[in-house]
């Protein structure tokens, strides 16, 4: 069995230079990602102080991004569940 100095040692110059790379953009994309979550919540926050509701915003956005047969088959069935339900 390799040790971790052995399998280090087994990697070629180019292969370790692609592997940083490919860590450094990992870690860049992770940082991006966590500056426009926080870009959203504040939206969020805005959203709320203008009086909206943020789980109805959030249901539209989720909503709109469907295809539309997908969300017509899916109200479909919600109407059906519902009419179930209610009797």
Known sequence: MLSDSD????????TR???KQFIA??????????ELAADI???YG?????????KIIRKVISLR????GERAEQEALLDMYMEVVED
């Open 17 to 19: 230079e692609k592997l």
């Open 65 to 68: 991004k469907q295809e539309p």
């Open 46 to 54: 805005e959203v709320k102080t203008f009086g909206l509701d943020t």
């Open 25 to 34: 953009r990992i870690e860049r994309l992770e940082a991006e990602k966590a």
């Open 41 to 43: 919540r504040e939206v």
């Open 7 to 14: 399998r280090a040692d087994q990697l070629g110059q180019a």
